[in-house]
């Protein structure tokens, strides 16, 4: 007696007018990058994605210097250093203040000023949030800020 063991892939039973009108689903997702940045009013109308993320970076760069400009920063000795404040903004375009990298010197002559970069970062207008796959999503930012104060 013979016995015929014959093996097939599950592929060879599925009929072929079914994959036909199935359509490759793109399930890998970069999670390190947007379609679309977050965004200001002013930025809305530029369409090149390089274009648009810079107008955001140096429009909150900006936003953030005016604010801080209108505190009288004051400091024992002259201070020129860059600050990292790292924002999270969310899905409805609410900015948050993550954290503030300062180095020991700025929190030894200007302690207060975590907290002022707190408010001056709440008092930026509304911001359109970053887009993946046509949906708003978080992102994270790093911006560095370089604080000069003479005596």
Do not use: W
């Amino acid at each position: 007696m013979f016995v015929i063991l014959i093996l097939y892939s599950c592929d060879k039973f599925t009929s072929s007018s079914k994959n036909k009108n199935l359509k490759g689903l793109d399930t890998v997702v970069d999670f390190t990058s947007v379609d679309f940045s977050p965004s200001f009013k002013v930025c809305d109308s530029i369409i090149n994605k390089t274009k648009k993320s810079d107008c955001f970076r140096n429009t909150i760069h900006q936003k953030i210097g005016e604010e801080l400009q209108k505190h009288s920063l004051t400091a024992t000795g002259s201070i020129d250093e860059t600050v990292f404040v790292n924002l999270l903004i969310n899905s409805k375009g609410e900015i948050i203040l993550e954290e503030t990298l300062l180095s020991k010197n700025i929190q030894v002559q200007v302690p207060k000023l975590d907290s002022i970069l707190n408010v001056c970062i709440k008092k930026i207008p509304v911001i359109y949030p970053a887009i993946k796959r046509g949906i708003p999503v978080t992102t994270k930012y790093s911006l560095p800020i370089r604080i000069q104060l003479k005596e």
